[in-house]
C-alpha cells in the first residue's frame, strides 16, 4: 500500500508547486488560461462562482463531493494549497525534531464538533443570506494561501528575481517590489503565523477545527463508500499508525478511524507493517484470522527522549487558541456591526470586470491572484479605502503606483470565484472605472509656469486635452466622455501629491466610442520653437 502514499505525495508535491508559481508569476510567463484551469479546481472559489451564475464551475464543485462520497477527503490531501502547506510546515518540523533526536507523537484527540459544525453552518448562512463578503473571505483555505503567498512570501521571490537580475540583466528582467501596507500586511503575517504554529504541534488541526471546506468535506467523507478501517485482529496497537496521522483520528483505545477528520494521506496505511489499516468498503474491515497480542499501553504526548519529564510535554493548549480566536472574531464583528457605512465616499477603484464596488466587495474573497497577476502592479489589497471592513485586504487600484493597462484583461480572465468577470479588450476599453479631475492649483504649468504635458501624452482614449487658459502654456482640460479612470493621467503626473486624480465610481459605466483623434497638444509647436524653458 506504500503506491497509494506515494501517488498522494508527487500529486500533492505537483499542485502546490504549481500553485505557488502562478502567485509568483510576475514575468506572465504562464498563460492566463492554464493559470484559470489550476484555480478552478479549488472548491470554495467553485461555490462562490456557482452562486454568481457561473454554470461551469458547478462541475468542480460536483467532481469535489463525488470524489469525496467515493474515497473521503482527497481534495484536502491533493488538492487544497493551504492544507499542503501545512503539510510542508509539519514535515519541515519533524524532520528537525528527527535530527535532534526529538520525535513528536500525536495522540489521539476527540472532535470538537461544536465548534465545527459552528463555523460551517455560518459559512452557510453566509453564502445563502449574502454575507460572504466578510466571513467567506477569511475562512476560505484558498483565499488565506492566496494572501499568504501574495503578501508575504512573494516578496523574498521578488528580491531573489531581482538580485538575479543584477547578475543576468538580459535573462532576467526585473520586476517592481510590491510593496504593500503594514496594515494589509499584518493579518495575513498574523495568519500565516498561527497555521504555522498548529501545524508544527497539531498538524491538520487547523483544517479539521477552523476550515469549513474541510468540516462539510468531513461530514459526506464519514459516510464514504470506502474508508481507512483498522482490522482488530490484525492490530497489535503498536502506535506507528497514530504517530503519523496527521490528523489526529485514529483511536487505537477503540480501534476506530474518525473519517470525518482523515485527510486520506495513506501515512498509516503505509506504516502498519501488520497490515492492520487499510481502505475498506464502508469501513468494514475483513478479519484475516489473525489475533492480536497483548495490547501495549496508550503512549501520551511527549517528546521520544526517555529522560522526558511531564513538564517536558509538547502540549497546545486548545482552549487558550480559541480564546484568541473567538476573541479576534468577536471583535471583528462588533467592528463590522459597527462600523460608518461609507461606501459612497470611499476611495478605493475597484478592477475592471468588478461592474460596481459593491459587487466586488461581496463577491470577492481576497485571494489576491489577480494581485499577483497584474502585470502592471496596480493592484493592490485594501486596508479603509473601500470603507467598511467587508472590503479590507480586497484589491484596489492605486494610480499612484502605476496604472491599468487598457489593452490588458488579466485580471478578468484568472478571477476564480467571478469578482471580476471575463470581459473582452472591446469592452475593457469603453469600461469606466472611474474620472479623472485636474487640480490647476497643482499644476506644473500654473505653479513652475512650465509646459508638461504629461497626463495628455499617456493618455489613451484622448480625453486629455490642452486649452487656452490664464496661464502661459495651454492648460489640461477633460473631456469625461472618453475617460474611463484607467489612471495613465494621474501616475504620469510628476507633480508631488498628484494634480490630477481619479475619482472613483460606484457603478462602473460604458464610455462613447473612443475617437483616436489627433488631440496634439499645442505646446508641442512652442517646444520645437525653443519656447519652453527647459
Known amino acids: 500500500m506504500h503506491h497509494l502514499k506515494t501517488l498522494r505525495l508527487v500529486l500533492g508535491i505537483l499542485v502546490g508547486a504549481t500553485t505557488c508559481i502562478v502567485f509568483f508569476d510576475s514575468h506572465s510567463l504562464i498563460p492566463e488560461s492554464f493559470k484559470e484551469r489550476i484555480t478552478s479546481a479549488q472548491f470554495m472559489p467553485a461555490v462562490m462562482s456557482v452562486l454568481g451564475g457561473a454554470s461551469l464551475a458547478a462541475a468542480t464543485c460536483a467532481s469535489i463531493l463525488a470524489l469525496t462520497a467515493l ?98 540583466p538580459n535573462a532576467v528582467p526585473r520586476i517592481s517590489v510590491p510593496w504593500v501596507s503594514f496594515g494589509a500586511l499584518l493579518p495575513p503575517l498574523f495568519i500565516f503565523s498561527a497555521i504555522a504554529i498548529l501545524s508544527a504541534l497539531r498538524g491538520r488541526l487547523y483544517c479539521n477545527l477552523i476550515c ?39 483511536n487505537l483505545k477503540t480501534q476506530e478511524v474518525d473519517m470525518s477528520r482523515c485527510v486520506s494521506c495513506f501515512n498509516c496505511v503505509a506504516i502498519c507493517d501488520e497490515h492492520g489499516i487499510l481502505p475498506s468498503l464502508l469501513g468494514k474491515a475483513k478479519a484475516r484470522g489473525k489475533l492480536s497480542p497483548k495490547p501495549r499501553p496508550a503512549t501520551t504526548l511527549t517528546t521520544a527522549n526517555s529522560s522526558s519529564t511531564p513538564g517536558s510535554k509538547i502540549i497546545l493548549s486548545r482552549r487558550s487558541f480559541l480564546t484568541s480566536t473567538g476573541t479576534a472574531a468577536a471583535a471583528s464583528t462588533l467592528a463590522w456591526l459597527g ?7 470611499a476611495s478605493a477603484i475597484a478592477p475592471p470586470g468588478a461592474q460596481s464596488r459593491a459587487r466586488f466587495v461581496e463577491h470577492c474573497t481576497a485571494c489576491q491572484l489577480c494581485v499577483s497577476a497584474c502585470p502592471e502592479h496596480v493592484l493592490e489589497p485594501a486596508t479603509t479605502q473601500y470603507g467598511q471592513l467587508t472590503g479590507f485586504m480586497k484589491p484596489h487600484m492605486n494610480f499612484n503606483r502605476s496604472f491599468c493597462n487598457i489593452n490588458c484583461t488579466v485580471c478578468c480572465d484568472i478571477c476564480p470565484d467571478d469578482a471580476l468577470l471575463p470581459i ?19 499644476c506644473l504649468v500654473r505653479t513652475d509656469d512650465f509646459a508638461c504635458g504629461a497626463c495628455a501624452e499617456h493618455c489613451p482614449t484622448a480625453a486629455l486635452q490642452f486649452v487656452k487658459g490664464p496661464a502661459r502654456f495651454n492648460e489640461p482640460q477633460i473631456n469625461q466622455e472618453h475617460c474611463i479612470g484607467c489612471g495613465a493621467c494621474q501616475f504620469a503626473c510628476p507633480v508631488k501629491g498628484k494634480a490630477i486624480r481619479i475619482r472613483a465610481l460606484e457603478i462602473h459605466e460604458m464610455a462613447d466610442e473612443l475617437q483616436q483623434e489627433d488631440a496634439k497638444d499645442p505646446n508641442a509647436d512652442k517646444s520645437a520653437a525653443g519656447e519652453f524653458p527647459f
Not at 473582452?424 to 497643482?442: E, N
Request: aromatic fraction near 8%; proline fraction near 4%.
Open 71 to 168: 474515497i473521503g477527503r482527497i481534495y484536502c490531501s491533493i488538492l487544497c494549497p493551504l492544507g499542503l502547506l501545512q503539510d510542508a510546515i509539519a514535515r519541515l518540523v519533524a524532520l528537525g525534531r528527527k535530527i535532534c533526536g526529538n520525535r513528536l507523537r500525536l495522540p489521539y484527540e476527540p472532535p470538537r464538533q461544536i465548534l465545527r459544525q459552528a463555523l460551517l453552518i455560518a459559512t452557510i448562512l453566509a453564502l445563502v443570506f449574502g454575507w460572504k463578503a466578510f466571513i467567506v473571505s477569511w475562512l476560505d483555505p484558498y483565499s488565506q494561501f492566496g494572501r499568504i503567498m501574495g503578501s508575504i512570501f512573494r516578496l523574498p521571490v521578488t528580491f531573489a528575481n531581482n538580485l538575479l537580475s543584477t547578475f543576468f
Open 212 to 250: 469549513p471546506v474541510g468540516s462539510l468535506l468531513g461530514w459526506i467523507s464519514s459516510r464514504a463508500l470506502v474508508r481507512i478501517a483498522i482490522d482488530k485482529t490484525s492490530c497489535v496497537r503498536c502506535g506507528d499508525c497514530q504517530r503519523v496521522c496527521k490528523a489526529q483520528c485514529i
Open 424 to 442: 473582452t479588450l472591446d469592452t475593457k476599453k469603453k469600461t469606466r472605472l472611474g474620472i479623472a479631475s485636474v487640480d490647476l492649483t497643482r
Open 339 to 345: 462600523h460608518d457605512k461609507t461606501l459612497n465616499t
